[in-house]
């Protein structure tokens, strides 16, 4: 079961990828969709077995690399985290798959798209059942190269190329300290799999080596590497400028993407390696602060962004930061229960912002929107929910999820806990702000689009309506549901060994325990931003208007994302286009081409045009020549002969 769980993704793309032109459009579409399909029923089966059941598997497949002592298997670890993600990744993936048979109806290439989602998936399932470090890799590789595949899909579109390259060029920066990182583990530990690294671990504590002088911590410095390859994949505060361009891909791109598993990859790689970060506190920290900060950032970038499907991908930046600073306080299953309940809530608002974009001509601008409320209820029900479920509003999933977290922070009692406790707090009510500003700006007010675009506006056919249904199901008992297992009073039994905490590591049991207001100040904080946001934009539409003008600054600087892509462009881009530029001019074409290859062309041209002149035509030029030759000739023999 759990080979099918893993490989069926990969068959599926092999024969749409390979075989689309036999199978054609429908054929390619029923087999991935079929396979994917079956893959996510068999996940939640493994759920129920493994997380539930409390019964772990290791499928190990064939011995992958055997060089000397460096002995590495092809291994499946299906623990209760792996079932998490198996779920998360394999649900959100075929209802994706299922909803781009209707988004993607008019496309052209609809075999090669089917066959990069299935690709994108069997790669993210390679990387959340690996048993070893280089099996982790080359998920993780192999998603960077689907989600730039995907990217760029429509590769006609220079923006869609451009920002392809970029989220490949960005997460390869991450990737660098990721492959860095599993060097030095394997340096230290001698092994790259998980229990060996496990089982050593304490034995390093308070071990450090000379690097320039200086005695640095051994495993700070492994764990840090390692969280830069997840500030990469995951979008974190300085790495994180590839996400909002990667909207340039279709919407199901986004989605799968961005929602739900490339980006998780990060946080699921940190919760994987608990039993190392649990014993460097420093790097713990580095990753709360990094978290915290880029929640808060992500979610003041969100409040200007006038395109819907960026202003959900900011929410989903400023989400992966609440992930991120519940592992750094030590709350792992906190953190992944968020990870969980985002998935659904987060897909239903992409694959719905999806359903107004294929209902408004392709229209991604929200200032050409509103008044769609009448056009698209389904549509508007599904985004509503998806709404309530984001800012936190009581009984919905990220009502229990997200508080968690904030309260997880909280009760860590650190001064990076409460900085990342106020951060978690601001970003609540930010979030509640952009959130209901889509909603509002897209389907309430007066229609602002032209009359030939609000004429053609229509609802979207069932099989792109199906996975908003079942996304809101989740989006709606996800926290519920899952609660007392994930972070309740069942945890310990639901995650058995999958997630490791030391004894001196009580947040689990702590956040339970915060005060009344701590508890009370998300809440609060999404009703401020509701009641701002609908002031603004339902109550008094002039004021936005208004502040822009008076705060122009401010504006732009929100607008221009703080300016990060011109910075890096300053600091990064130009410098290395000037480098560049320099050794093709000189290096390449004056020393390399000039002194090899073409200097050594133009020699022989040059000596063959004098030996040309030689070719006169005239006997006595020839006599001359062999005179001087014999002259030449004899001279050799005689002075030679000598010796």
Same mark, same amino acid.
């Given at each position: 079961?759990?080979?099918l ?124 059942t ?32 451009a ?25 230290v ?49 300085g ?22 598993t ?44 006038? *395109?819907?499907?960026?202003?959900? +991908?900011?929410?989903?930046? /400023?989400?992966? @930061?609440?992930?991120f =600073?519940?592992? !750094? %306080? &030590? ?21 719905g ?26 549509t ?22 997200? *508080?968690?977290v904030?309260?997880? +922070?909280?009760?860590?009692? /650190?001064?990076? @806990?409460?900085?990342? =406790?106020?951060? !978690? %707090? &601001? ?30 506006v229509?609802?979207?056919p ?40 030391l ?21 609060v ?58 050794f093709?001019?000189?290096?390449d ?43 030449l ?11």
């Open positions: 079961m759990y080979v769980i893993v490989f069926l993704p990969l068959l599926a793309a092999l024969l749409a990828g390979l075989g689309g032109r036999q199978l054609g459009d429908r054929g390619s579409q029923i087999v991935t969709c079929g396979a994917v399909g079956t893959s996510a029923i068999l996940s939640w089966v493994a759920l129920l077995q493994v997380a539930f059941g409390n019964a772990p598997v290791s499928v190990e497949l064939f011995t992958w690399i055997a060089s000397g002592d460096f002995n590495v298997s092809w291994s499946l670890r299906i623990d209760s985290l792996t079932a998490v993600m198996l779920v998360v990744v394999n649900t959100v993936s075929a209802l994706v798959h299922i909803y781009s048979v209707g988004y993607m109806s008019h496309d052209p290439h609809k075999p090669r798209f089917m066959a990069y989602l299935s690709l994108f998936t069997f790669a993210m399932l390679m990387l959340v690996s048993d070893n470090l280089l099996q982790m890799y080359f998920g993780w590789e192999g998603v960077g190269l689907a989600s730039y595949l995907l990217i760029g899909f429509w590769y006609k579109k220079p923006t869609a190329n920002a392809a390259i970029k989220a490949f060029v960005v997460n390869r920066v991450g990737d660098f300290g990721f492959a860095l990182g599993i060097m030095g583990i394997f340096y530990f001698g092994s790259i799999s998980f229990d060996t690294i496990f089982a050593a671990a304490p034995d390093q504590v308070g071990n450090t080596f000379n690097f320039l002088g200086l005695e640095v911590d051994i495993l700070t410095t492994l764990c840090l590497l390692l969280f830069l390859g997840a500030m990469g994949k995951s979008a974190q505060l790495l994180h400028t590839w996400l909002p361009d990667a909207m340039e891909g279709p919407t199901p791109v986004s989605a799968l993407i961005h929602a739900a490339m980006v998780t990859a990060g946080v699921f790689m940190v919760a994987r390696l608990s039993p190392v970060f649990e014993y460097s506190p420093d790097a713990l920290a580095v990753v709360t602060v990094v978290g915290a900060s880029t929640a808060l950032f992500a979610a003041t970038v969100g409040l200007v962004q006038n *395109d819907i499907k960026r202003v959900i +991908a900011y929410s989903t930046c /400023s989400q992966l @930061g609440y992930m =600073f519940a592992i !750094g %306080v &030590g709350a792992y299953p906190v953190a992944i229960f968020h990870l969980f309940t985002h998935a659904f809530f987060k897909a239903l608002l992409f694959l912002s999806g359903s107004v974009i294929h209902a408004v001509s392709d229209e991604q601008d929200m200032r050409k929107m509103g008044g769609l409320f009448r056009h698209i209820k389904i508007y029900v599904m985004m509503f929910i998806g709404t309530l479920a984001l800012t936190g509003v009581p009984f919905f999933a990220g009502y229990y999820s997200k *508080d968690a904030i309260e997880a +922070a909280f009760a860590a009692g /650190s001064g990076v @806990g409460q900085y990342a =406790f106020w951060c !978690g %707090v &601001g970003a609540a009510v930010l979030t509640a702000f952009y959130s209901w500003r889509l909603m509002f700006m897209t389907f309430h007010g007066t229609p602002r689009a032209d009359k030939e675009v609000m004429s053609h229509h609802e979207s069932f099989v792109m309506l199906f996975p908003l249904y079942v996304l809101a199901v989740g989006a709606v008992f996800a926290g519920w549901f899952f609660y007392p297992y994930m972070v309740g009073e069942h945890h310990v039994a639901f995650w058995g060994d999958a997630i490791v905490m004894e001196s590591n009580q947040i689990m049991e702590q956040f339970h325990h915060v005060p009344g207001w701590v508890i009370a100040a998300p809440l904080a999404g009703v401020v931003g509701l009641l701002v946001s609908w002031n603004m934009y339902i109550r008094r539409p002039d004021i936005p208007v208004q502040l822009a003008k008076t705060h122009s600054a401010l504006y732009q600087f929100l607008l221009n994302k703080w300016y990060f892509d011109e910075l890096y462009d300053f600091l990064f881009v130009r410098p290395s286009r000037w480098l560049g530029t320099q093709w001019n000189i290096g074409t004056r020393i390399i081409d000039g002194l090899g290859p073409n200097g050594i062309a133009a020699r022989v041209v040059d000596l063959a045009k004098r030996a040309a002149l030689l070719q006169s035509g005239y006997v006595y030029h020839y006599a001359f020549a062999m005179l001087i030759g014999v002259a000739f004899v001279s050799y023999f005689f002075f030679a002969g000598g010796h």
